[in-house]
């Protein structure tokens, strides 16, 4: 104990106290780099805060150097001030160049502003999901299909940039797709990674439209890297298959005008004094969302297979 105490008395002590204090002040290059420190380390998070972070603190470092040089006249002080103004220069060099080679086209621009960056999803993590699907939108010219019901396999996943598209089974209406909503979001969901199908539903433009498509394959090896990808999908994914459910929820009527409710399938019940009550639905099946619905009009089941 007494070395311990010894050692830190000697930290300590070793040098003498400020008894006097200089009556001037520093130059206005001293303060200044105070300043940019200050300013400096305000900045954000993502790229344009690093930018931000490092071209402040840069120049405060520079400022620290010339002050260094020209008033103290000290080279251990110059020296450190000066070798962090490299890194830091270094730095701002080398986010610049990301920021550059994360640059995309103007409808991924538009479709990071409006579906990913609200979530949080940084450039990098958009542009490993955007060199997934090639970089490529797709268009399909009015009323031509993009899928067909009974012939189309499900082999891929889009996503609408622009357009309308109409939903039908067997010739009957059953919603819209509007930009911003995946296209075969139940075809995707219905089926596990090993196994295949085809579409239930025909799937018509109804505009001139344009979507994002990722090949199945290739987007299951970008979830197996990524995980993180993979859980942003699934909630982006179950948020519009609830979106397609409500759509039909709209359209759905159980005799005299009541609304049936896909969110309460095992408690709807209607007592009419003329009608005998109707019988609970036992459960909703799991399957595509977007199959007609059958027997709604004789009891309360929902048929999504």
């Known amino acids: 104990m007494g070395e311990n105490a010894s050692f830190w008395e000697s930290l300590i002590y070793a040098h003498p106290t400020c008894t006097t204090w200089k009556q001037e002040a520093e130059g206005s290059i001293y303060h200044l780099a105070s300043i940019l420190f200050v300013v400096g380390f305000m900045g954000g998070s993502g790229f344009f805060g690093l930018l ?13 150097s010339v002050w ?3 008033d103290v006249c000290a080279a251990d002080i110059f020296s450190w001030n000066f070798i962090l103004f490299a890194i830091c220069f270094v730095q701002f060099i080398y986010v610049t160049y990301q920021v550059r080679s994360v640059s995309f086209d103007r409808e991924f621009q538009e479709l990071y502003s409006a579906l990913f960056q609200p979530l949080g999803i940084s450039l990098t993590v958009y542009r490993k999901i955007v060199l997934c699907c090639d970089a490529e939108v797709v268009t399909l010219e009015k009323e031509h299909c993009y899928a067909m019901q009974g012939k189309t396999p499900i082999d891929k996943l889009s996503l ?6 109409r939903v039908t089974v067997d010739g009957e209406f059953l919603h819209y797709i509007f930009p911003l909503q995946f296209l075969d979001s139940p075809e995707w969901d219905s089926l596990r990674p090993t196994e295949e199908g085809i579409f239930q ?15 199945r394959k290739k987007l299951y090896l970008l979830f197996a890297k990524h995980r993180f990808i993979s859980r942003l999908f699934s909630i982006l994914i179950g948020s519009d298959i609830a979106e397609k459910l409500y759509a039909l929820n709209d359209r759905v009527h159980v005799g005299k005008g009541f609304r049936y409710d896909i969110r309460l399938p095992n408690f709807y019940h209607v007592s009419l004094p003329e009608t005998p009550p109707v019988q609970p639905s036992h459960h909703l099946q799991r399957g595509s969302p977007r199959r007609k619905p059958t027997g709604v009009t004789n009891c309360g089941s929902f048929n999504t297979q």
Do not use: K, M
């Not at 931000?52 to 620290?64: A, Q, R, T």
């Open 52 to 64: 931000y972070v490092f071209s402040l603190l840069g120049l405060g470092f520079l400022c620290s």
């Open 68 to 70: 260094a040089w020209l």
């Open 160 to 165: 609408l940039v622009s357009g309308r598209i």
């Open 201 to 215: 539903v025909t799937l018509t433009a109804e505009t001139d439209c344009r979507y994002v498509a990722w090949r």
